[in-house]
């Protein structure tokens, strides 16, 4: 792992989930997310010791494990270190249980719980809103970007680098999970507009293999827009017949050829949850209840 200069001084760091890191002059750093595990933080934290910096602060886009499971190990390594998310994702930062309890929609079963447990629980310093923020008397822009998460939240630095995490995702991420994880859909719809206007000239994603630019961004957009519409196209296609949410997560993965493990089940689950709360808000669907069965069929 090595860290990169993108403009300025904001860097990151490639890696499964990238690691945004912004120099102050004094030295310290602020980490934007903080990798899945201990292991990967040991890495994070040799790589800036190679470039003689040290962290201080860090800034949790969101809740999810692959973003915050370094935590334990920044907390015991650089004591006195400040950690920061909005109050939306604090909530889930600060109580792990209630991701897995909101995918499974009830007490978990350990198999599931366990890929989302902390070492350590986490307390953070503050929570932080949308807006202009300062840190180590450094400006920084967040910018709420909901939908994936409910508290997600982005970061520009004055370099005019903008790290997305997980509010949007590559072409590699939409061609693996063509069916991918969402919490909110209006929600997710609403940030892809804010997205289409950030002023910025660098972006920064949680999963991808680049850095892309403003230029680029705009098409990104557009196939994750269009990813998303067709996702939601199909669930109305597969609702002119009544289905439960189960059943129609069951013809969905027929047509579209995933392969899901246990926790990828309940993903997938959640996220037709969604699409179905988005498509009866709407007022596309309507429901039925029949023999302890709740069947959701196109509106005629």
């Not at 001084?9 to 990238?18: D, I, M």
């Not at 949790?60 to 909005?86: C, N, R």
């Not at 230029?215 to 669930?235: F, G, H, T, V, Y």
Request: charged share 25%; glycine share 6%; hydrophobic share 35%.
């Amino acid at each position: 792992m090595k860290l990169k200069k993108i403009n300025g001084n904001s860097y990151y760091l490639p890696a499964p989930t990238n690691i945004g890191v912004y120099q102050f002059k004094d030295k310290y750093t602020l980490l934007i997310d903080c990798g899945n595990n201990r292991q990967q933080a040991r890495k994070i934290d040799q790589a800036l010791q190679n470039e003689s910096l040290r962290i201080k602060y860090i800034f949790h886009t969101h809740h999810h494990i692959d973003h915050s499971g370094g935590y334990s190990y920044f907390h015991e390594q650089y004591p006195g270190s400040l950690f920061y998310a909005s109050a939306g994702e604090k909530v889930f930062l600060e109580n792990e249980q209630l991701f897995s309890m909101c995918i499974y929609g009830g007490h978990p079963p350990h198999e599931l719980a366990k890929h989302f447990h902390h070492t350590q629980k986490l307390q953070l310093e503050d929570e932080l809103s949308a807006g202009e923020v300062k840190i180590n008397d450094e400006r920084f822009e967040l910018i709420a970007l909901p939908g994936h998460s409910p508290g997600l939240m982005g970061l520009g630095t004055r370099d005019r680098v903008f790290f997305l995490a997980d509010a949007l995702f590559s072409e590699e991420i939409m061609e693996k999970y063509k069916f991918p994880f969402l919490y909110d859909i209006e929600a997710q719809l609403q940030s892809y507009q804010k997205m289409v206007e950030l002023d910025y000239d660098y972006f920064v994603l949680g999963h991808a293999d680049q850095i892309y630019t403003a230029d680029d961004l705009q098409p990104l957009i557009a196939a994750n827009r269009q990813q998303l519409d067709e996702c939601l196209e199909l669930c109305l296609e597969l609702l002119l017949q009544p289905k439960s949410r189960e059943e129609l997560l069951e013809e969905i993965c027929i047509l579209r050829e995933l392969n899901m493990d246990f926790t990828q089940y309940y993903f997938s689950l959640s996220t037709t949850a969604a699409m179905l709360t988005y498509l009866l808000n709407q007022g596309e669907l309507e429901y039925s209840l029949d023999n302890g069965k709740v069947y959701y069929y196109r509106k005629q």
